[in-house]
């Protein structure tokens, strides 16, 4: 019975990145284990998934002792623990991660790459971000891109031998549930017009819907931008953008953004959202995404698998997770692109269009069930 380790940085980024696949492989004998920064969340997560976990601080900044305490104390749980394989996600978890189990020898080391930061750095943070990256290429037997731009830019870059580098599927680090989560026809009607009116979103209401961080790196600030001039060229339409996420402190958004979203009456800022994310799409009449950068953007199939059309952009993760024409279109990051793309959704049949082409798309590519079949063949 296989011991397998996954050292995460934050808890919010759990759930998008697993899901319930720690229950799924431990009904299938294996012992799941977890280390994440402390988190109030995270007792109760992992008692749900009924996986083993240690809260060990994983500081996402430059912190040289306190990164050191944490490879001595990952080096211990995998010793104590005598731990098989070693998985780490994000950046800083996975430095820590792979550095600690390449000091206690354990044979399989993989690292998921969910994006590249250093894309949207300059000068020697960028540099320091490359040499990291290249670093942890070094210490992992096997790195998982989350998206063919991202794996693509990975080579060409020269962040790692070719030959270790592989992909899941089509893409993403384990999919999303398609059948019992996210799909609009397991949606209680009673809850989500509770959600509605709580919100105080009239039926008639055009949603424009963001999920995720919020954040500089997010196009968070062209996005509030794009909305605000959608306001003033249709001042008689019922118009909300409803924002599901958190302020961060790390690339926080400038005090102006800030001050605009908790101001602006139309403007729904939701905070972390910890059960019941789908009845949030389900208010919503599209999605966008402006970002800067992605490793794969799991809210864009999360809207399109509750048969929402999507707004993306061309960069580096998001450009794979759309079909363009047929399940959402591009935009610029500018506030005037993402205006005109919004607008173009005013057309209920073709939002109807390309939901259905959505979900479909997400169905036969990214369900949670073909990737953890994936996952489990580098386990074995």
């Given at each position: 019975?296989?011991?397998?380790?996954?050292?995460?940085?934050?808890?919010?980024?759990?759930?998008?990145?697993?899901?319930?696949?720690?229950?799924?492989?431990?009904?299938?004998?294996?012992?799941?284990?977890?280390?994440?920064?402390?988190?109030?969340?995270?007792?109760?997560?992992?008692?749900?998934?009924?996986?083993?976990?240690?809260?060990?601080?994983?500081?996402?900044?430059?912190?040289?002792?306190?990164?050191?305490?944490?490879?001595?104390?990952?080096?211990?749980?995998?010793?104590?623990?005598?731990?098989?394989?070693?998985?780490?996600?994000?950046?800083?978890?996975?430095?820590?991660?792979?550095?600690?189990?390449?000091?206690?020898?354990?044979?399989v080391r993989i690292y998921f790459r969910h994006g590249l930061?250093?894309?949207?750095?300059?000068?020697?943070?960028?540099?320091?971000?490359?040499?990291?990256?290249?670093?942890?290429?070094?210490?992992?037997?096997?790195?998982?891109?989350?998206?063919?731009?991202?794996?693509?830019?990975?080579?060409?870059?020269?962040?790692?031998?070719?030959?270790?580098?592989?992909?899941?599927?089509?893409?993403?680090?384990?999919?999303?549930?398609?059948?019992?989560?996210?799909?609009?026809?397991?949606?209680?009607?009673?809850?989500?017009?509770?959600?509605?009116?709580?919100?105080?979103?009239?039926?008639?209401?055009?949603?424009?819907?963001?999920?995720?961080?919020?954040?500089?790196?997010?196009?968070?600030?062209?996005?509030?931008?794009?909305?605000?001039?959608?306001?003033?060229?249709?001042?008689?339409?019922?118009?909300?953008?409803?924002?599901?996420?958190?302020?961060?402190?790390?690339?926080?958004?400038?005090?102006?953004?800030?001050?605009?979203?908790?101001?602006?009456?139309?403007?729904?800022?939701?905070?972390?959202?910890?059960?019941?994310?789908?009845?949030?799409?389900?208010?919503?009449?599209?999605?966008?995404?402006?970002?800067?950068?992605?490793?794969?953007?799991?809210?864009?199939?999360?809207?399109?698998?509750?048969?929402?059309?999507?707004?993306?952009?061309?960069s580096i993760g998001c450009v794979d997770s759309i079909i363009?024409?047929?399940?959402?279109?591009?935009?610029?990051?500018?506030?005037?692109?993402?205006?005109?793309?919004?607008?173009?959704?005013?057309?209920?049949?073709?939002?109807?269009?390309?939901?259905?082409?959505?979900?479909?798309?997400?169905?036969?590519?990214?369900?949670?069930?073909?990737?953890?079949?994936?996952?489990?063949?580098?386990?074995?």
């Amino acid at each position: 019975m296989k011991n397998i380790l996954n050292v995460v940085s934050v808890f919010f980024s759990i759930p998008f990145f697993f899901g319930d696949q720690f229950m799924y492989f431990k009904r299938k004998g294996y012992n799941i284990h977890l280390i994440c920064s402390p988190s109030e969340y995270l007792d109760e997560y992992a008692n749900k998934q009924n996986v083993k976990y240690k809260e060990i601080a994983v500081n996402r900044s430059i912190s040289p002792i306190m990164d050191l305490l944490g490879i001595i104390k990952i080096c211990n749980y995998i010793k104590k623990n005598k731990i098989d394989i070693v998985v780490g996600h994000s950046p800083k978890g996975a430095l820590l991660s792979m550095t600690a189990a390449k000091i206690m020898c354990v044979p399989v080391r993989i690292y998921f790459r969910h994006g590249l930061v250093y894309t949207t750095q300059t000068g020697w943070f960028r540099k320091l971000l490359i040499y990291e990256e290249r670093l942890v290429s070094m210490f992992a037997t096997k790195i998982v891109c989350v998206s063919p731009s991202l794996s693509q830019f990975s080579i060409e870059e020269k962040l790692n031998p070719e030959s270790k580098q592989i992909m899941l599927g089509k893409g993403t680090c384990g999919g999303i549930d398609t059948v019992d989560k996210f799909n609009p026809e397991r949606i209680n009607i009673r809850e989500k017009e509770k959600l509605r009116k709580e919100n105080g979103i009239p039926e008639e209401a055009f949603v424009v819907g963001y999920s995720g961080r919020l954040v500089q790196d997010k196009g968070i600030t062209e996005l509030v931008n794009g909305f605000e001039l959608l306001q003033t060229k249709y001042p008689q339409k019922p118009l909300f953008l409803l924002l599901v996420g958190t302020f961060e402190e790390r690339d926080a958004l400038p005090e102006l953004i800030v001050d605009k979203i908790t101001k602006n009456i139309s403007i729904l800022y939701t905070g972390y959202i910890k059960n019941n994310i789908e009845l949030y799409y389900s208010l919503m009449s599209m999605l966008i995404l402006p970002s800067y950068r992605e490793g794969f953007p799991i809210s864009v199939i999360e809207a399109s698998a509750m048969c929402l059309p999507v707004l993306t952009t061309r960069s580096i993760g998001c450009v794979d997770s759309i079909i363009e024409g047929i399940t959402g279109y591009y935009v610029d990051i500018n506030p005037e692109s993402i205006c005109c793309g919004i607008e173009r959704y005013f057309d209920p049949e073709l939002r109807e269009k390309l939901g259905l082409a959505g979900r479909d798309f997400v169905v036969n590519n990214f369900d949670n069930m073909i990737l953890w079949d994936e996952i489990e063949k580098l386990y074995e």
